[in-house]
């Protein structure tokens, strides 16, 4: 069962609110990490620098990353902390610290703002050029993954299935839409993502969804993995990775469900594949490439979903979700280390570490620089082949 946890909602216990398990299953899972193989290196990777941004996502299962926009990498942390970094040097520009909050969601960044959501169901903006505060908005449940900007809108996830349309210019709320989660799920939320003038989202039901930017009424829903099973554990199906919309379609997986692409304006399916998986997707113009469950590292073509290659030797190392840089893939694991898979055999072309400390948000890629961030807010950047 995957490390990361469990939710369990627990009105009754806790007003409305809900109880969250962190590590469940970590010390039962009997299938140790599959030792790191030695290999020849076929790509030369060059790390440019590593840094400390604030604390990271912690213990609180979010799975924070950084946002780069405009040559500069923007940071928050579980300690209240927002950074601007330079993305050349990794030197630090700006930071601002709220100690009163622990944040979660994001960041997200455009020309203007910095946007990150927090534990306790709020969401602030920052200023890009210097930090300083330009509005805060309060929502009804905790944010643990990152807003999407996009023109005149900020779109929200919420814990409780609730996504949110901000104003940008003062975090006014817009519209909500709403669709109900399960009792039990997997700790974690698909960020949204906005183009043209639809919002996706990825739901712990098993669905993708599109809604309207404009006023947040459902264009369409999809089905990607069903709740079957006598228990709340046989019927998780979340879909709780980043989902991809490239080229008019949206490509997403779920757990014990399937990886499937969607034609992006009706919602109809394109193909799909038994998968189970719930860290993301990433895509480029002819593949697909996924972490599932157990550790494997997949590639799909990306026009049928043929198979082209499946990676086994990082099994049980509780992968992030992946990402593509030129002709490889990167991803890391829960020893803090980053590999870099040849996209066309899936072969280990090279391996890095940033820390001893797991990884499990996406790698970040601008240009030929690969950004990764761990859970404690360390941040490595390689420049790759």
């Known amino acids: 069962m995957r490390r990361l946890a469990l939710i369990v909602a627990a009105s009754a216990l806790a007003l409305g609110g809900c109880k969250w398990f962190q590590n469940l299953g970590r010390k039962d899972n009997v299938e ?16 440019l620098w590593t840094a400390s941004a604030g604390k990271g996502a912690g213990t609180s299962g979010a799975r924070m990353r950084p946002a780069v926009h405009d040559g500069r990498l923007y940071v928050a942390g579980v300690d209240g902390s927002v950074l601007a970094l330079d993305a050349g040097s990794g030197r630090t520009l700006w ?9 979660s969601g994001g960041p997200a960044a455009s020309d203007d703002l910095v946007v990150v959501g927090s534990l306790d169901g709020s969401v602030q903006a920052f200023s890009a ?40 210019a003062d975090g006014a709320r817009k519209w909500v839409y709403e669709q109900a989660v399960p009792v039990l799920s997997l700790r974690g939320n ?36 069903a709740a079957e099973g006598k228990t709340e554990v046989e019927r998780l199906s979340d879909v709780d990775g980043e989902l991809v919309v490239d080229a008019g379609e949206v490509i997403a997986a779920s757990y014990r469900g399937q990886l499937a ?24 113009a002819r593949a697909v490439v996924v972490t599932d469950a157990e550790g494997n590292v997949w590639a799909f073509d990306r026009q049928g979903g043929a198979n082209l290659w499946k990676q086994d030797g990082l099994l049980h190392r509780w992968l992030g979700a992946p990402a593509i840089v030129g002709n490889h893939a990167v991803v890391g694991d829960l020893e803090g280390y980053v590999h870099w898979l040849d996209l066309d055999t899936g072969a280990f072309a090279a391996r890095e570490r940033l820390s001893k400390k797991p990884i499990e948000s996406a790698p ?22």
């Open 364 to 385: 970040v890629v601008a240009g030929d620089v690969v950004y990764v961030e761990d859970v404690e807010g360390r941040i490595g950047a390689w420049r790759s082949p």
């Open 190 to 225: 698909s960020p949204p993502v906005i183009e043209g003038d639809l919002v996706y989202n990825g739901y712990d039901s098993g669905r993708v969804v599109a809604v309207r930017s404009s006023d947040g009424a459902l264009a369409w829903t999809q089905m990607l993995a």
């Open 95 to 103: 930071t601002v610290r709220d100690k009163q909050q622990r944040w």
């Open 261 to 284: 692409a969607f034609n992006a304006d009706s919602g109809r399916p394109a193909w799909g594949r038994d998968m189970s998986s719930y860290a993301g997707v990433a895509v480029n």
């Open 129 to 168: 050029a210097d930090g300083s505060p330009r509005w805060s908005s309060r929502l009804d449940a905790e944010v643990i993954t990152a807003p999407a900007i996009g023109t005149g809108l900020i779109a929200v996830r919420a814990q409780n299935g609730r996504l949110f349309g901000l104003d940008p």
């Open 32 to 47: 140790p990490p599959t030792p790191l193989a030695t290999f020849a290196p076929t790509a030369s990777v060059q790390q």
